[in-house]
């Protein structure tokens, strides 16, 4: 690759060049995308409520919608919030009042696309449940957020709930190649497989993983991809734990400390891996079992604010002493 090719390839933002622009070029949520179109068939769009983890293609199908039913004049029917927005409720009802009135272009309604809604209290959710209900003649919403479960049931019964899982093996390696190929950026076999596992499931992580390793130059292939991303080998991770479970915590926490320290993973990154990886392992099911257990506790303990070093060093102590 020239060095102006290298430059131009690391201004262009792959998420955004390569974001699906309709509802066909979703990968990986067939089910959802064949239900939406049905709605737009029948030009009956309900109130939409998309749950799932980040970068699985809930802000991408709220547009594809847009897109669908608008065509050219969709950026004026369409309105995109963030719920997160530090100036809170008020300020989103206001956008949503003026944006609300009338639609462009004659259409019945206009759609507000409402990011991070999890993030509103119970209350500003009532607040929001009123706002749905006033302007529901001439409006619709789309609300996403990761957990349905943080929606108050006002809401989510008021919408039709669509769960966006954690994108599959085939779909991310679909998306990849696709990019690969048009962008003429060759990727090794293991270098695929190393951005599946890095992007667990999530297609942002794996574009994004893709992109970064690519503007190094080269072939994309493991080295390259577990490097950029740092994420640790699966292999890695299985000689910690093995190494705790056999009694010998010494080695077991210098490989946590590589892992730390040297390959830079975040502590909370650790756990993640341990727990993806961890019917993977070649341990017995009690073995497995046990550190399933371990995991949970210490998943526990980090997310509510402790020490991630030490709540990782706790719990290969824990696994070492167990095996005495
Ligand atoms: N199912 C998919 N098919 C093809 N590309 C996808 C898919 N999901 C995500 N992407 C890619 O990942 C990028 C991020 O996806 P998107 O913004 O839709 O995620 P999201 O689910 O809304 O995440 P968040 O919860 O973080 O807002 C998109 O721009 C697109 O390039």
Redesign the pocket.
């Known amino acids: 690759m020239s060095e102006a090719a290298a430059e131009d390839r690391g201004r262009e933002i792959?998420?955004?060049?390569?974001?699906?622009q309709a509802l066909d070029?979703?990968?990986?949520?067939e089910g959802i995308t064949e239900r939406l179109k049905q709605y737009i068939n029948q030009q009956d769009l309900p109130h939409l409520l998309?749950a799932?983890?980040?970068?699985?293609?809930?802000?991408?199908?709220?547009?594809a919608v847009a897109k669908e039913i608008y065509g050219d004049d969709w950026r004026e029917n369409f309105l995109e919030l963030n719920a997160s927005d530090q100036r809170g409720i008020d300020v989103v009802r206001d956008r949503i009042k003026s944006f609300a009135r009338a639609s462009f272009g004659g259409y019945d309604h206009r759609v507000i696309f409402l990011?991070?809604a999890d993030a509103l209290t119970s209350e500003a959710q009532s607040a929001l449940r009123r706002t749905m209900e006033q302007f529901s003649d001439n409006t619709r919403f789309i609300l996403?957020?990761?957990y349905s479960s943080q929606i108050i049931d006002p809401i989510q019964s008021r919408c039709a709930v669509f769960r966006?899982s954690p994108?599959g093996e085939a779909?991310i390696e679909e998306?990849i190649e696709a990019i690969a190929e048009a962008e003429g950026i060759e990727i090794t076999d293991d270098g695929m497989d190393a951005l599946v596992y890095a992007a667990a499931g999530?297609?942002?992580k794996?574009?994004n993983g893709l992109q970064a390793a690519a503007v190094v130059g080269g072939v994309v292939d493991e080295e390259a991809v577990y490097t950029i991303t740092s994420t640790a080998r699966p292999e890695e991770i299985e000689t910690m734990v093995s190494a705790a479970l056999d009694g010998d915590f010494t080695a077991a926490r210098a490989q946590l400390d590589t892992l730390l320290t040297d390959v830079g993973i975040a502590g909370g990154d650790i756990i993640d891996q341990m727990h993806r990886s961890v019917w993977e392992f070649d341990l017995g099911e009690r073995e497995a079992v046990r550190l399933m257990e371990r995991v949970g506790e210490a998943d526990y303990r980090i997310t509510a604010g402790a020490n991630e070093q030490i709540q990782l060093e706790a719990l290969l102590a824990s696994l070492s002493l167990d095996s005495e």
């Open positions: 792959w998420i955004e060049k390569y974001r699906p070029e979703i990968v990986g949520h998309f799932g983890p980040a970068g699985t293609g809930k802000t991408t199908s709220s547009i990011d991070e996403s957020c990761n966006f994108l779909a998306q999530d297609m942002r794996a574009i």
